[in-house]
């Protein structure tokens, strides 16, 4: 956690020096892109969120027709353990998807800073 810590810190800081930088329009386009990848990239994670609750509301109205006591006892503690790991598929997602944009902007950053300290110099 300590070293996520620095690294955010030394992105964020990185990404102020780039205010300068603020109105040019290829700098301004690519920043655009990157925020539109990652709005598509959460869009499709919560489709698929959507399609998987939906079947397990699906099972969990399917339990009631368990025809013994064992039956359903099995059907609520397999619906459960779906439950938690539907919860941690989705949290794991999320912060994929947060390393990701970690990743992805700091490199973004790194290249735009290189590319206009070159053209400076």
Known sequence: M???AMRTGGTAAKALTLAP????PQVLSELVQLQSAVAQRLQAQQQ???QQWSGWL???GQVRRANTVSKLVEQEFDLLARFVLLLSDQMLDLVTLQENV???SSYWVQQVLAAKTDAVA
């Open 58 to 60: 699906q099972e969990r």
């Open 48 to 50: 698929a969120w959507l």
């Open 21 to 24: 930088f603020s109105f040019d």
């Open 102 to 104: 970690e990743v992805n």
């Open 2 to 4: 300590g070293e996520w």
